[in-house]
C-alpha cells in the first residue's frame, strides 16, 4: 500500500544553517506529494505541494522537488531561522478519496 | 474563502463518559471531511474520512464514531472514553482528488 518514511528527529541547526529533511514513499499510481508544518498547539498548514514528477513546490523559501526515479521529495531550505522551528510531515494523496499518508513527522529546532 | 472550525479548543473528560467533538466547515460544498487522532509527539492516525452525507468510512476499529449530519459539519464521537483516547484532534477537508488538505486548529482532549 501507499506510504511515506521521513527522517526521524529532532534535527537542531543553527540560525542561517542549510537544511534538509528527508522523505521517500511507495504509491502504486502517480501520488500528489506535501509538505505540512504544525507549530506547537496548533493544526497543520500547508507548506508546499508538488502534483507530478520533477515539480517543484516551493513557499516561505522551502523547497521540494518530485523525484519519480527516488521516489523521494526532500523538504531544503538554504537559510533557517528560529521562526521555522516546528514539526514538519511529509504527505502523499493517493487518489482513494484523496486518503492522505503521513509520514511521523520530524521536529526542527533552530538555535539562535 | 473556505474555513475550517472545531470546537471545543480543550476538552478534559472522566474515563466512561461520553464524547462529541464538532467540526464544520465554511466556503464550499460537498467536501471530503476526514479526523485524525495525534498522539503526543507522534504522527498523525486517520480515523475516519466521509466523501458526503451519511458516508462515513473509519479506518481504525475503536470506540470512537463518527456521523455528517449535514454537507459541512462532521462530528466525532464516544460513549464511553478510554485513556487512551486522549490526544490531539484534528478535522481536515479537501475537494476533489489529489488536492490539499485543510486543517481545522484542533481540540486537545485530556482523558483522567
Known amino acids: 500500500g501507499d506510504s511515506v518514511t521521513q527522517m526521524e528527529g529532532p534535527v537542531t541547526l543553527s540560525e542561517e544553517a542549510f537544511l534538509t529533511i528527508n522523505c521517500t514513499y511507495t504509491?502504486?499510481?502517480?501520488?500528489?506529494l506535501f509538505w505540512y508544518v504544525q507549530y506547537p498547539g496548533e493544526g497543520l498548514q500547508l507548506l508546499l505541494k508538488a502534483t507530478k514528477a520533477d515539480d517543484k513546490g516551493s513557499n516561505k523559501g522551502f523547497e521540494a522537488t518530485y523525484r519519480k526515479e527516488t521516489t523521494s521529495f526532500h523538504l531544503e531550505k538554504g537559510s533557517v531561522q528560529v521562526s521555522d522551528s516546528a514539526v514538519y510531515f511529509c504527505?502523499?494523496?493517493?487518489?482513494?478519496?484523496?486518503?492522505?499518508?503521513f509520514g511521523s513527522g520530524t521536529k526542527l529546532n533552530v538555535k539562535p | 474563502s473556505q474555513t475550517i472550525h472545531q470546537w471545543p479548543a480543550t476538552l478534559v473528560q472522566p474515563v466512561g463518559s461520553p464524547l462529541s467533538l464538532e467540526c464544520t466547515v465554511e466556503?464550499?460544498?460537498?467536501?471530503?471531511l476526514y479526523w485524525y487522532r495525534q498522539a503526543a509527539g507522534r504522527g498523525l492516525q486517520l480515523l475516519f474520512y466521509?466523501?458526503?452525507?451519511?458516508?462515513i468510512s473509519s479506518e481504525v476499529p475503536q470506540n470512537l464514531s463518527a456521523s455528517r449530519p449535514q454537507d459541512r459539519q462532521f462530528i466525532l464521537s464516544s460513549k464511553k472514553l478510554l485513556l487512551s483516547d486522549s490526544g490531539f484532534y484534528l478535522c481536515a477537508w479537501s475537494s476533489g482528488t489529489y488536492n490539499e488538505q485543510f486543517f481545522g486548529p484542533g481540540t486537545r482532549l485530556t482523558v483522567l
Open positions: 466521509s466523501i458526503g452525507i451519511g458516508q
Open positions: 504509491a502504486t499510481g502517480y501520488p500528489s
Open positions: 504527505a502523499l494523496s493517493g487518489g482513494n478519496f484523496n486518503k492522505f499518508y
Open positions: 466556503g464550499t460544498s460537498n467536501p471530503n
